[in-house]
């Protein structure tokens, strides 16, 4: 059985405070054997990394951080409410990504977040995705980050 908490340490990823929402939500719910988190922006030391629109403000390249920040701000999300080290694997990724109109790279900006989950959970990191092109994300963020992940069977 995999400790994530380890696994964070050694590539010396320490999760974020939970940033606090911007409306009337909650950052994460647990149905069942399932966290669903709500959609987490780019988020730093509690500040939004960037605003504007990808593929004009924004790079594509910096917008692939910021997906890495929105994902580990779902992570500390989760890790909040039932302990990081309680995921078995990563069911789904969503990625929202506030475009330029002429912006068709959304999924290489959602590749911050995918390829994250698989750096900390290898091969239970594989899941699902969409990536979303927008045209405007609450407090102009230019990405948007969910997750839904399993959690271990209890004594497990």
Known sequence: ?????????????ELPAV??????????????NQVWTSGQLPFVDGELAATGKVGAAVSQE???TYARHCA???????????GVDEIA???KVVGYVASDPD???QPAVVNGASELMQEIFGEAGEHA?????????????????????ELR????
């Open 1 to 13: 059985m995999a400790k994530w908490s380890d696994r964070l340490a050694e590539l010396g990823i």
């Open 19 to 32: 940033a606090a929402p911007v409306a009337a939500y909650v950052p994460a719910v647990r149905t069942g």
């Open 62 to 64: 910096d917008a692939y």
């Open 72 to 82: 580990l701000n779902a992570i500390a999300a989760v890790d909040a409410l039932v």
């Open 89 to 91: 694997r990563v069911l």
């Open 103 to 105: 912006f068709t790279g």
């Open 129 to 149: 995705r969409s990536a979303v092109g927008v045209a405007a994300l609450p407090m102009n963020a230019p990405v948007e980050i969910e997750l839904v992940v």
């Open 153 to 156: 069977a209890a004594g497990s």
